[in-house]
């Protein structure tokens, strides 16, 4: 890419992603590149940009080895032109626990001397019940529906300075059976996807582990100069496609998912209600946008409740809990006690 001789002297490293597993199955992606490790810990405005835009001006390492070790498996992979490598192996004598748990496999670039562990997600089998979210203004404010008075906030804010959506930690510990924004083991498994490139990964980490969110795979995307990942619908998509890869990697889960009124949420998440029928136990969705919903997306969350699917719409998430309490989730963990519920008024 141009410019990348500036980058010839810097170490080559393994950008490390989450990855996910089920008793038969690992998917866990990750990426070389060329770079120094980031300190979120600027004060000034000009280092902040500096720091943020060397996430987006990543050099890549293409045609790179990388090895993996874990769960009684050893392979191999190549990364493609954009350095990412990815992983989907069978597994041999693993099963599921009980709940939530994170294990590590270790990832090597045997021609670079360089070693590191990935987090591996196993969602558990107590009540098989799942969150899905959306990042941009679902858990984060980021004033993606007008950015043309949000700028500053999208390109010189560190993870630290960034606004979580309020009362979102609270819901979200609620929903992976913490305490209110309490850091630790969940019960329940959690996943996001993002219209957001991967070069926003550990930006993304990095405020979720300051504002006590519940840890996650991510899943990001690949931008590139063209229509499939700049046009308005390639968002929706995106989700789609997302939801798809989960809800077919975990067939015994049910899943509640969490999005906003800006990027094609509510379309992505009905085409998930028509396409896996019982598979989705409810969903949110926040206002943050000036609007109330119309055109395809209110024809979205009409579809949604038809199909008998609960749903909460809201700027506020602490009108969210009364969903929660409808559902019945702090007082059963099992999926099943999820039928039978209305929507609350808000």
């Not at 810097?10 to 070389?32: K, M, Q, S």
């Not at 000009?46 to 835009?53: A, I, N």
């Amino acid at each position: 890419m141009p410019f990348s001789f500036l980058a010839r002297n810097r170490p080559v490293a393994i950008a490390v992603y989450a990855g996910f597993r089920n008793a038969e199955r690992l998917h866990l992606r990750c990426r070389v590149l060329r770079r120094e490790p980031i300190d979120w810990q600027a004060h000034t405005w000009p280092r902040k940009m500096m720091r943020l835009l060397r996430l987006f001006a990543s050099h890549e390492v293409p045609g790179a080895r990388v090895r993996l070790a874990g769960f009684g498996c050893r392979a191999e992979a190549i990364t493609d032109r954009e350095g990412f490598a990815l992983f989907e192996l069978e597994l041999a004598d693993t099963s599921l626990p009980r709940q939530a748990q994170w294990d590590t496999v270790e990832l090597t670039l045997p021609d670079h001397d360089h070693r590191v562990e990935a987090p591996v997600l196993a969602a558990g089998t107590d009540g098989r019940l799942g969150v899905i979210s959306d990042i941009d203004d679902t858990i984060i404010e980021t004033g993606a529906h007008d950015f043309a008075r949000n700028w500053r906030r999208v390109l010189m804010q560190m993870p630290g300075d960034r606004v979580p959506v309020p009362g979102a930690a609270d819901l979200y510990s609620r929903l992976a059976s913490l305490g209110p924004g309490e850091a630790g083991p969940i019960r329940r498994p959690f996943f996001y996807i993002s219209s957001s490139p991967w070069n926003l990964y550990g930006f993304l980490e990095e405020f979720m582990r300051q504002h006590a969110l519940p840890k996650g795979p991510m899943l990001l995307r690949d931008w590139g100069l063209n229509r499939a990942t700049l046009g308005r619908s390639s968002h929706g998509a995106h989700k789609t496609r997302a939801i798809e890869t989960i809800l077919d990697f975990y067939p015994d889960h049910r899943f509640i998912l969490l999005g906003d009124d800006t990027q094609g949420d509510a379309e992505a998440y009905a085409t998930a209600v028509r396409d896996y029928p019982g598979r989705v136990a409810a969903v949110f969705i926040r206002m943050a946008g000036p609007e109330p919903p119309s055109g395809a997306r209110h024809d979205a969350l009409e579809a949604i409740r038809a199909a008998g699917t609960p749903v909460w719409t809201g700027s506020a998430y602490d009108e969210g809990h009364q969903l929660l309490d409808t559902l019945g989730l702090d007082r059963d963990p099992q999926a099943e006690q999820l039928v039978e519920a209305t929507e609350p008024e808000v």
